[in-house]
């Protein structure tokens, strides 16, 4: 079985044999775009060369980069820990051509990769393709369904709406049509029950996209009109994390060796065990998610604020303390301690983890300290106020006392298996 170290290492080197330079990650935090606080796709460092303002050469890249998705369009932030696949921070590997190769290429080496490299069984992958969009003039992408019937049968190819199969990212700004891969999971029995092409996009945990490859062809303009890009452009990205769990035939993608080296600290620091009671399975979930978004955002410049990108890692952090506290039973600082089990998983590849690690320890910690501070007087008050209220046969809270614990002691709600159990 592949370890995601080597999952990882083939990606690079499948596109390096394919022409492609192997570029770094960008940073997750963006400091030169007003559009964007974090990169959350592949394709953010390239705009410039995709709208034609810059060399497109190399015309060839392939990276895996950082993304934070917890804002904005994208936003996954409460599903953390609850599902089993959704992130704040994650992996994606992508491949571009700036004006090289594009449908068919893109879809063969996809092909390549999956089939010949890493051996998926073929049966289990479906594709997607733009169905077309009257209103916006589109019709159907005829030309990737034709590239797909090279690979796949007719009833592995799957007409996908504008939702699903017309990429962009945000209301002005490079977009096109894509081709989702749709990985089954599922077990020979469900399959035999239920075809996978049935489960496509219907949010089923074991029938998940995995690489979706968009055909980046039109500039969507302030209007909402769509205008030709200079160059025709392959944009990919790949969830790492769900492709590991595929290679290592799970249902989870906590259960790979992506995450569970940081659960076990946890099983260790805490004495409790995953998967056997489930607020504490989903808690050890959220911190394990959120120290990978906390710990990149930090080594990348990103300190925790009360503003803006800042706010944002603050939350996230916040967060993981709260289930922490909550369900682990850690009444001091304790996201920390988990950060040399990162360093030595994700170090090698990152090598900005390793050199910022002193600052990530000191940043966290204080912190969550602080946050630890503000926690216990908040939670206090209002579990007063609440007995309070419970011997006056109330169940409302006057605005005052709210707004004063809002106001002062900041957010105190607690996850939501507290608040509505």
Request: aromatic share 10%; hydrophobic share 40%; with cysteine.
């Amino acid at each position: 079985m592949l370890t995601a170290k080597e999952i990882r290492e083939s990606y690079k080197k499948f596109f390096e044999s394919k022409g492609h330079v192997i570029v770094p990650s960008a940073p997750m935090v963006i400091k030169d775009d007003p559009t964007l606080m974090f990169t959350n796709a592949g394709m953010n460092q390239w705009k410039d060369i995709i709208l034609g303002t810059k060399d497109p050469e190399p015309r060839r890249r392939a990276d895996t980069q950082k993304c934070l998705r917890v804002s904005g369009k994208h936003n996954d932030l409460e599903e953390v820990g609850h599902d089993t696949y959704h992130h704040t921070m994650f992996e994606m590997l992508g491949n571009w051509s700036f004006g090289d190769y594009f449908k068919e290429g893109a879809i063969d080496m996809a092909w390549e990769y999956l089939v010949d490299v890493l051996k998926l069984d073929p049966k289990d992958l479906y594709v997607t393709v733009f169905e077309g969009d009257a209103a916006e003039g589109l019709e159907r992408d005829d030309e990737a369904a034709g590239y797909w019937a090279k690979h796949v049968p007719a009833d592995h190819i799957i007409n996908g709406n504008k939702h699903d199969n017309f990429w962009e990212m945000g209301d002005t700004g490079p977009c096109g049509p894509c081709s989702e891969i749709h990985l089954d999971s599922r077990t020979a029995e469900e399959k035999a029950q239920v075809p996978g092409r049935e489960l496509v996009n219907k949010d089923n945990p074991q029938v998940i996209e995995i690489w979706n490859l968009v055909f980046m062809q039109y500039q969507r303009m302030a209007d909402g009109s769509l205008e030709k890009l200079a160059m025709n452009v392959i944009d990919t990205g790949m969830g790492f994390e769900r492709l590991v769990r595929a290679l290592q035939g799970k249902h989870s993608n906590y259960d790979t060796d992506v995450f569970q080296p940081i659960i076990k600290e946890i099983e260790k620091l805490t004495g409790l065990k995953y998967e056997e009671e489930e607020t504490a399975t989903v808690a050890m979930r959220v911190c394990a998610d959120h120290l990978r978004a906390v710990a990149f955002s930090i080594a990348d410049g990103q300190l925790p604020s009360n503003a803006k990108a800042g706010y944002v890692i603050r939350r996230i952090l916040r967060r993981a303390v709260r289930y922490a506290y909550t369900f682990l039973g850690q009444k001091e600082a304790f996201m920390f301690k988990l950060l040399p089990v990162l360093v030595q998983e994700m170090g090698d590849a990152f090598p900005e983890l390793k050199a910022q690690q002193e600052l990530i320890a000191r940043v966290m910690k204080e912190e969550e300290d602080s946050f630890l501070r503000t926690l216990e007087r908040g939670i206090n008050l209002l579990s007063t106020a609440m007995d309070e209220l419970k011997a006056q046969g109330k169940t409302v809270l006057n605005g005052s006392d709210a707004f004063k614990l809002f106001d002062t002691y900041g957010r105190v709600d607690l996850p939501r298996e507290r608040l509505y159990r």
